[in-house]
């Protein structure tokens, strides 16, 4: 018997014709425009999240470098018989306690802090903080040729080491030098601290100023020209006696310098900068 043929196969449907196929993808004006608005909310919502993260970063590496900064400057006093490391020495060839200057050069290994301190000098180095990045200051000392970096961060002579440091050395020059052992108060007194002085563009500086300065007739007054940096979104990164590192955030009272947010922890000496200052004589 033979079998019935079988019947012929379904034609295949015809392709969509391209105009056809874009047009079930394609965007309505009104799609494209929800599309671009959603896109811009996200943004608006993340951009200032990830400028946050940043922030915190640099605070976070600006801390780094204090804790390394404030070891070295134990280390330091361990070495010499229990005494705070010096602010400077300008009677001759000046050397500071972040490096030394040597012509129109400087010469990092002969700082006081350096030889406790493996760090290099300079452009992202421990002694610059992160949210104060070379370019944006101009540096000190002037007399240093071609303008290398020396640090943005502040140390307490004022307090620590009163006969070496240079300027104000004959108004207290009075004062003990400080022995780690001597400290008021070493849990609150900065050691070191961001550091600033405005101008355009601002300069650095390695001297953590207090909010009053001594002078004739053993009186205080206050400083026209603070140097505490509240950088890190109104707050500034200090190291403390005790070894700690902490954050202060600024209150507007302390603002002397917008909007470089420039000014001092409060308005008096105590506790922080000259704990001891209302017996000075």
């Known amino acids: 018997m033979t079998p019935a043929p079988l019947p012929p196969p379904a034609p295949r449907p015809a392709p969509p014709s391209i105009s056809a196929a874009l047009g079930r993808r394609a965007f309505t004006i009104m799609e494209l425009l929800v599309v671009i608005a959603v896109v811009a909310l996200l943004l608006s919502i993340l951009l200032p999240a990830l400028g946050g993260a940043r922030a915190a970063g640099r605070q976070a590496a600006c801390q780094s470098n204090q804790r390394q900064m404030i070891l070295g400057w134990t280390l330091y006093a361990d070495a010499h018989a229990g005494r705070a490391m010096p602010l400077a020495d300008v009677s001759g060839q000046p050397v500071y306690w972040w490096g030394a200057v040597v012509g129109n050069t ?25 949210a104060q990045p070379w370019g944006t200051y101009r540096p000190q000392p002037a007399s240093v040729s071609p303008g290398l970096p020396t640090s943005t961060y502040g140390y307490n002579g004022y307090y620590l080491c009163p006969p070496a440091t240079p300027g104000w050395s004959l108004q207290i020059g009075g004062q003990r030098w400080k022995r780690l052992s001597d400290l008021d108060r070493p849990t609150e007194l900065f050691v070191f601290a961001d550091t600033l002085l405005p101008g355009t563009p601002p300069r650095n500086c390695a001297l953590l100023d207090p909010p009053m300065l001594f002078g004739a007739g053993c009186s205080w007054s206050t ?59």
Not at 106 to 130: H, K, M, N, S, W
Not at 242 to 253: F, I, Y
């Open 106 to 130: 400087i010469d990092q290994t002969r700082g006081y802090l350096t030889t406790y301190l493996d760090a290099p000098l300079g452009e992202r180095g421990v002694f610059e903080c992160a």
């Open 223 to 281: 400083n026209l020209s603070p140097t505490t940096s509240f950088r890190h979104r109104g707050q500034t990164v200090t190291a403390r006696g005790d070894g700690s590192v902490r954050a202060v955030a600024s209150k507007p009272e302390w603002i002397l310098a917008l909007p470089l947010n420039v000014g001092s922890v409060g308005s008096e000496n105590g506790p922080h900068y000259v704990p001891d200052w209302q017996r000075w004589r």
